[in-house]
């Protein structure tokens, strides 16, 4: 399945983009697939998940065209 | 219920008064109460020259609308208005607005509280700080009103 990804502020930057496109074999993906695809080290604790602009977690399941973002703690208002 | 998020420069007042003129019916509310958040010239201790604030199309606009749904459900409120800046700003810019309208002053100081905090807690916004000396930086986490617990288990 093919899975846009999209990054945020400082974790943006660490990353070096501000998105990506990753395709997971499998019909049971997880959000922690996804990270596994686009770093090689763990993901810090801070960082927040959302997919499809809704709040959720690692081990949330994917379908294929899911939007996937991975950004540190908000800090509006 | 209106929510706008823009890089253009905020004038709260403005925005009051048109949102009255132009979406309220004349004399059904009672009183508006307003928030408008600020930048800062400091923070932690630092002196602060600029701010980029970021955000997630789409999604920060989504949740700002959750929050103020949340409110109007939970008081007895007539109109919520949110304006919220992104891009560039400088010390004393506006940098939000939240305006609520009520027939009644203790539903709509509550609401607006409850708006305020939890745009702030959930609404993807984020603060990049240039300081005086020219060092950038991403803050890393906003201040809690010690009031937020209590009028959330007023509203849900």
Request: charged share 25%.
């Amino acid at each position: 399945m093919e899975i846009d990804v999209k990054f945020f502020a400082s974790l943006r930057e660490r990353m070096g983009r501000t998105s990506d496109k990753v395709t997971l074999d499998g019909d049971a993906a997880t959000v922690s697939d996804v990270w596994g695809q686009v770093s090689s080290e763990p993901m810090p604790s801070n960082i927040l998940v959302a997919v499809n602009k809704e709040y959720t977690d690692l081990t949330q399941e994917l379908k294929s065209g899911d939007e996937v973002a991975f950004f540190p703690p908000v800090t509006g208002g | 219920m209106r929510v706008v998020v823009q890089e253009a420069a905020l004038d709260p007042y403005k925005e009051i008064k048109h949102h009255e003129d132009t979406v309220l019916e004349s004399g059904k509310h009672g009183g508006v109460v307003s928030f408008v958040g600020t930048m800062r010239d400091f923070n932690d201790g630092e002196d602060v020259a600029a701010m980029n604030l970021d955000h997630y199309p789409g999604m920060t606009e989504k949740h700002i609308e959750q929050v103020c749904q949340e409110a109007m459900d939970g008081w007895d409120v007539m109109d919520v208005l949110v304006v919220h800046r992104v891009g560039d700003m400088y010390p004393s810019d506006p940098i939000v607005l939240v305006a609520v309208w009520s027939a009644h002053r203790a539903s709509a100081f509550d609401a607006c509280r409850y708006v305020i905090n939890y745009l702030k807690e959930r609404a993807p916004f984020w603060k990049c700080e240039v300081t005086k000396a020219g060092e950038k930086h991403w803050v890393e986490h906003n201040s809690k009103d010690p009031g937020v617990a209590e009028s959330r288990e007023k509203a849900v």
